[in-house]
């Protein structure tokens, strides 16, 4: 089973700030990581796949960077409606499985 | 427009059973994968089980393989997970999603979750 670790556990960001999300896999998944949004009382909301593709109608503040074992979410300026939590995915290897998830709040 | 609705949660016992429905709407069932990811109380997201496009192939987890049986319907264009022998550790919100396309496992519509508590 592929392990995906994120980090940090918690980022503490105020509105307008940048945030670089990690997640680190056990090995490699090539391109095939996802990151997904969740607000508390919501279902996930699919941001990026294949590592760095934008689903659709996600703003452009939004991008995903990485390959192989090492991948970057980053938000280029929070807005307030981003503070949340954030997963990412890989669909390499069955079983899939997800991060351990990021809370973005606001500092 | 994608709609995905989950029914079925509940409270039921240790080693009881449950069977949760998602009723698909909006895309054609039979070419989309769908599956089940489950989010325990204050916990982050567990991918379930799967069920290919044609329903031909399907996956499990390794905590509920052998308990549950995913399972699709396609003129009621509902997909099922069956859960047997229920564990305390499978209390959570059940959500079905859809795959991104195909056999993609991206998962890219949810539906709003169901929950299940397993509790004497």
């Known amino acids: 089973e592929i392990v995906l670790t994120q980090s940090p556990a918690t980022l503490s960001l105020s509105p307008g700030e940048r945030a670089t999300l990690s997640c680190r896999a056990s090995?490699?998944?090539?391109?095939?990581l996802a990151w997904y949004q969740q607000k508390r009382g919501q279902a996930p909301r699919l941001l990026i796949y294949d590592a760095s593709n934008r689903a659709t109608g996600i703003p452009a503040r939004f991008s995903g960077s990485g390959s192989g074992t090492d991948f970057t979410l980053t938000i280029s300026s929070l807005e307030p409606e981003d503070f949340a939590v954030y997963y990412c995915?890989?669909?390499?290897?069955?079983?899939?499985?997800f991060g351990g998830g990021t809370k973005v709040e606001i500092k | 427009e994608v709609q995905l609705l989950e029914s079925g949660g509940g409270l039921v016992q240790p080693g009881g059973s449950l069977r949760l429905s998602c009723a698909a709407s909006?895309?054609?069932?039979?070419?989309?994968?769908v599956s089940w990811v489950r989010q325990a109380p204050g916990k982050g997201l567990e991918w379930v089980s799967s069920i290919s496009g044609g329903g031909g192939s399907t996956f499990y987890a390794d905590p509920v393989r052998g308990r549950f049986t995913i399972s699709r319907d396609f003129p009621q264009n509902t997909m099922y997970l069956q859960m047997n022998s229920l564990r305390a550790e499978d209390t959570a919100v059940y959500y079905c999603?859809?795959?991104?396309?195909?056999?993609?496992?991206?998962?890219?519509?949810w539906g709003q979750g169901t929950l299940v508590t397993v509790s004497s």
């Open positions: 999603a859809k795959a991104q396309s195909g056999s993609r496992y991206y998962f890219d519509y």
């Open positions: 909006g895309f054609t069932f039979s070419t989309y994968a």
């Open positions: 995915q890989q669909r390499s290897t069955w079983p899939l499985t």
């Open positions: 090995q490699s998944v090539s391109s095939s």
